[in-house]
């Protein structure tokens, strides 16, 4: 057995054969068309037919607001100072204990006083405040 000499012209080859790459992607393409409607399949269910209903919405949020003349209002009754408003929400917690409060403020209103309001809502037990903007 003869070996042939390597030529001082050949070198060593630089380049990747991507052949075989090619081959195992289209493979992996071909699993992936055909498992794809596979795995998308649902369990027909007859569900039974009902009349249409509509939540009943029985507890309204508050409307807790703070005008350009940093007035309190709480659901459109002015409040004469933050103790006057704590007691008012505690009075609304007593009778639902998942009240919710909207929050409007003013923007000309500082930040001090809407903490000092959050603060209040807080110590009065509600766990549920929410502000309320407008689109620009």
């Known amino acids: 057995m003869a070996f042939k000499p390597q ?9 990747i054969n991507v052949t075989p790459l090619v081959d195992v992607m289209l493979v992996l393409v071909i699993i992936l068309l055909v498992t794809a409607p596979l795995v998308t399949q649902s369990v027909n269910v007859a569900l039974p037919k009902t009349a249409e209903t509509t939540p009943e919405i029985k507890d309204q949020p508050l409307q807790l607001s703070i005008d350009a003349n940093k007035q309190i209002t709480l659901n459109k009754e002015v409040i004469t100072g933050l103790d006057a408003l704590e007691n008012a929400l505690k009075t609304a917690l007593g009778k639902n204990p998942e009240v919710a409060v909207h929050f409007y403020v003013d923007q000309s209103i500082p930040y001090n006083k809407v903490a000092q309001v959050m603060a209040t809502v807080q110590h009065a037990g509600i766990a549920k405040l929410s502000f309320v903007t407008v689109e620009q």
Do not use: F, N, V
């Open 7 to 15: 030529s001082e012209d050949q070198g060593a080859m630089s380049e």
